[in-house]
Nanobody
Framework: QVQLVESGGGLVQPGGSLRLSCAAS????????MGWYRQAPGKERELVAT???????NLADSVKGRFTISRDNAKGTVYLQMNSLKPEDTAVYYC?????????????WGQGTQVTVSS
């Protein structure tokens, strides 16, 4: 069974930094796109950043210049480095990945990790 497990969330002051990690495990043949989404209270889930298996990245306008997405293909792990955090970045952050197994290809979600930016 495929799982995505996130870590690295927490409470940080405005202007601070956090790094989120998401590790894929299970009987995985390959991983294509990996990415991060977030959902703030009362709002819809939104795209934060994605990265292809080749390293091409896409970031939401609201985080460009502050967040960086990267991945370690050997470890099946994607990272989100978040700098200059703002209160409006407060949300539950979800990892997402397009994963192929021996019998199935589809998108998987992690359980989410809370990021709170507050003084």
């Amino acid at each position: 069974q495929v799982q995505l497990v996130e870590s690295g969330g927490g409470l940080v002051q405005p202007g601070g930094s956090l790094r989120l990690s998401c590790a894929a495990s299970g009987r995985i043949a390959s991983i294509n796109f990996m990415g991060w989404y977030r959902q703030a209270p009362g709002k819809e889930r939104e795209l934060v950043a994605t990265i292809s298996s080749g390293g091409d990245t896409n970031l939401a306008d609201s985080v460009k210049g502050r967040f960086t997405i990267s991945r370690d293909n050997a470890k099946g792990t994607v990272y989100l480095q978040m700098n200059s955090l703002k209160p409006e970045d407060t949300a539950v952050y979800y990892c997402n990945a397009e994963i192929r197994t021996a019998i199935y290809r589809g998108y998987y979600w992690g359980q989410g990790t809370q990021v709170t930016v507050s003084s």
